[in-house]
DNA sequence: GATGAATGAGGATTCATTCAT
DNA sequence: TATGAATGAATCCTCATTCAT
């Protein structure tokens, strides 16, 4: 009837369904890796995380929100890490070094959370219906476009968001190759990445500079 | 029974044969266009063709095996439509010209047959296990390569396959930004695609013109 | 831990629980309208009461017992609301007035608790294992069998026992029709659910009435 | 290739679907009776069948779908045992031979088909959604419709269709009970299901008979 | 070759019930 | 008491594949 029971209980309930939370999406993220989001299987999830079927359900009602959840805690976790830093760039600094410390920072991260890259691959059809996928992408997009958006001032934002997507498209072809690769080889690749996106980039922020 | 039926028949057979293949291709085609590859299911496509499982399964020992042949026919009907000459580009050609016709024809092909995006993406994952999927990119490769050589050919091979990956990579995440919007939009993407890969060739090409 | 305690915190407890009880019973009642019996779950009557599945089976051990106690407090409430006097007709009312006022209380409660059909419906398979079915059902045809009684003085036990199960099932398929219906059709249902059992029951009285 | 190999062949195909189907519509009429439409599973279905549940889902998509072709055959089976005779009844025949007649044929088929009963009953739910049971249903009412046109010309269609359904509720009432005993009890909850259809009907027939 | 019936394991999801807290 | 996490069998249904005809 105190205030700390009626805060506690509850508190160390939910702390064990917080810890369950976790295990399930972790487990979820290894079985996406290792199968892709459209072969894996909440049984298959569940299994991993060394739970029954029923336990799963009773924190996600399905696949989706599972995946949706994932995404939603990388990206938070991404912006806790590197912070909403990515997007002002100091308009002093060299594209070079903009684009790479950007570029090294979403690699080192998505070396760390493979997942994520199947999350941003999504299920094999083209048109991609899937809601954890879609709300990923667009906050990707969101935060790429704000980081251009500081870099190209006084682009229309149609462009803008063009080249947004393209930028992530790179991106996100890179991280392929990136993580198909190991050592040397992968250092290459990522070099790559962000040669294609600095030479992209160049001309279109060129005028700034120019006028700098 | 005769002889001549020995001949003749076999002929037939094989003919109706491959109209059967045919038939079963396309239905492929279809399915896997609008389920995705690891979606698309052997009775679907059967139904989609007409004909019984039964009938798949003797033209096809399984679903690869069908991803399989419609690639190899996708990259053969691509050889004949454009020819070889995709490789062999007149070194006095500019770049641009060279990239933008080559872009502009694998783009009409990829328009033309949305399936092949479905079988380049392949399974959503990110290793790619399937053996569908990896033939195609190994063709792919072997092709861009091909036309990378003629375009720089001093570039050590290892580089060679290491730009040839970069140049595919981005040519498919600018096909699906392509593929995901219509008129003056998808232009416009087709147009940064183009844009990129020169940018990107540019200086690796550069030598050679400088040169010349 | 006082002894006071052991005597007032016990009747709190009761107390307490009596309301658990009754927000149970209500909550099942709603579920079971909605779904059907069969296709009620535990869950969902916690849910709907906004307890824990666990503090329902802390008050029913399991899904039979809730339909049991819920069969009984109807039961209970409708001999409070309309007395016993159920039974006990004057043998000069006119047998139209006395079925016709029976009828139309029925109708009054089971109109106002629609649960009460779920329940007399019971499960669909046709034998009717369920034991809060069996409970209720005897219990309704004792009552009819009351009041018959004082209709039909002379019957013999098995006459009167059957001609309750026959009243009765007119009842209950009049209901179904009353409640599938609104307005002045309904009304015109309820009429016809008088004339049937009041025609039924006509002969079998009219020597009572006769020697009066 | 010849008209006998084209017409023949799919017939004996379709010969051995035709075995399984009516296996399992048999299967299916003893689960329902068993445990009731709502609680009979796919699965004890295809069990009780002695066939996998793939099998079962080759011929059916779902579960209604069963209970619907098994409808439409004991529909079927009922018209061309009893003929649609059902409905032309001689403006002379006395009431009590008319209605005599048809219940003891409807009970006669009900005793040999004791998933009628189920059918009819349907899921438990009071609103009863599905459409196996509603068409079961409707054409159980257009048939006493039928029957009952024929007795009472004069009436309106509204009250007719009321009428129908007042009897169609009797005699489900009825049947329930019949099935519920065995012998000479049974016999007599026949005789009371005739007498109160007779005893309901004879003051609308009335008119009739008066003038005749 | 062609058919379509057959399989049975596996998919997602639900549910009555139990148990630690 | 109350909670809500946990269970695991059971639900419906699908699918790649095989096989008798």
Redesign the interface.
Known sequence: MSDTSENEQPRRRQARGERRIAQLLQAAAQVF???????ASTNAIAREAGVSPGTLYQFFPNKEAIAIELGDRLMHEMRETYGEALAPVDPATPLEEAIGSAVDRFMAFNTEH?VF??LM???????GITEAHDQLHATLIGRVEGLLASLLPEAPPADLT??A??CL??Y???L??V??HEGA?RA??VR??K??LV??L??LVGDRLGRA
């Open positions: 890796c290792t199968t892709g989001y459209t072969a493979p890259f199947a691959h999504g299920p094999d059809l083209p048109g063009r080249t997507h393209v498209g790179i996100k072809a890179g392929e190759l993580l198909a080889e290459a690749y790559e990445v040669n294609v030479r992209y160049e001309p």
